[in-house]
């Protein structure tokens, strides 16, 4: 099948040379795109932001949760509550109480951000540290627990549709954005094995959400050895390096960390903004019309949203646009900032992606009316 454009690049009216650079003053530029940033796309330069709206009636809008005060504590992960998902992708927020019991997921494979906290993960490959800031994948059927160290908070990520797969990294080669060096895998070693033997276990296993229970009269997480190219393993986000251009603003998509069929999975990392003049210094107004887009806030200022933290989240659907704030304008007009600290978890969803009931407060619902300034 062709996948040439249907129209070749063409212009009305005043318009920049290129895409997020030298804008025709006064204007905003807003990037009507598909695939996600890599298909056919249009910018427009608009006389007012498109975020500029003065109300908005019906069910459509952008939204703002603080997961700070879900107070999702329990050993199992089976009991955190969905937060927003479709038939492809399920996320939750879970905070590990100690110990965890050995569960396995049936419904598909696992990505565990962890938000706050660190601790051993034991499961079928052996045994690992993880901390803060880190990602554990768990292939679809693996048996695992935690024993954490300092509980804290993880987003809980589940490809429902297929496995996760690392980005072809094009050009840029096959060592960035993290070298597979980087990836951490879980070790049999004198701890490992000091955990099996005869004491009675029950594994919880999650099928179609539904939760049984196995009972073995042994530890089954027994294993003495494995090969094979399928493995959990770790990424922290601190061994992700990012590309960056001093004159040109990078789409979201060159953060990719993780695809699965109908999403990815992007990490924003600490790196320097633009310094050209005429470069766009803040990420640009769009309406990806293809994605629903999901982010969650770990670490660091965010650069373009206000009063947004650590440990909150934000979902801007398909149908409308969205972009920076004003208070982050006058930032990047002022110069004031040339590198960002922020660190976020992006995920890109195909399909619609439906917010679960939450508890009262949780979601911040005055977000839509936030670009007002
Ligand atoms: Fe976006």
Redesign the pocket.
């Given at each position: 099948m062709s996948t040439s454009p249907i129209y070749w690049p063409l212009a009305q009216g005043r318009h920049s040379p290129q895409a997020h650079a030298d804008l025709p003053a006064g204007s905003y530029e807003r990037e009507m795109g598909r695939d996600g940033f890599a298909g056919p796309a249009c910018h427009f330069h608009h006389a007012h932001p498109p975020t500029g709206w003065s109300a908005i009636d019906g069910e459509l809008r952008p939204r703002a949760f603080d997961f700070n005060l879900l107070s999702a504590s329990d050993t199992c992960p089976w009991s955190a509550p969905l937060l927003l998902g479709n038939r492809q992708l399920a996320i939750r927020q879970w905070r590990a109480g100690q110990p965890t019991p050995l569960v396995r997921d049936a419904d598909g494979d696992l990505l565990l951000f962890v938000h706050a906290g660190a601790g051993t993960l034991f499961c079928d490959w052996g045994r690992l540290d993880y901390r803060d800031g880190d990602y554990l994948l768990l292939p679809r059927g693996a048996l695992w627990r935690l024993e954490p160290a300092t509980p804290g908070p993880m987003l809980l990520i589940e490809a429902i549709d297929g496995r996760y797969d690392l980005p072809d990294r094009g050009l840029l080669g096959r060592h960035a954005l993290f070298d597979a060096a980087c990836l951490r895998t879980p070790v049999i070693d004198d701890a490992f094995l000091a955990q099996q033997g005869d004491t009675p276990t029950a594994v919880r296993v999650k099928r179609f959400d539904r939760v049984s229970t196995l009972r073995y009269p042994f530890n089954p997480l027994d294993s003495i050895g494995w090969h094979g190219d399928l493995c959990a393993f770790a990424l922290n986000w601190r061994d992700i390096r990012p590309v960056m251009s001093h004159r040109y603003h990078l789409p979201?998509t060159v953060h990719a960390t993780f695809f699965a069929p109908g999403f990815m999975i992007s990490t924003f990392v600490p790196r320097p903004l633009e310094s050209d003049p005429g470069a766009l210094k803040l990420?640009f107004f769009?309406s990806?019309d293809d994605y629903d887009?999901f982010i969650f806030y770990h670490a660091g200022e965010f650069m373009s949203r206000d009063h947004i933290y650590p440990g909150m989240a934000t979902l801007?659907p398909t149908g409308l646009p969205?972009g920076p704030h004003p208070k982050a304008f006058a930032t990047a007009a002022a110069g004031a900032r040339a590198f960002t600290d922020e660190v976020a978890v992006m995920v890109d969803s195909r399909k619609p992606l439906l917010v679960a009931p939450l508890p009262d407060g949780v979601e911040w619902t005055a977000y839509a009316d936030s670009w007002k300034g």
């Open positions: 979201p990420p769009h990806n887009e801007h969205h």
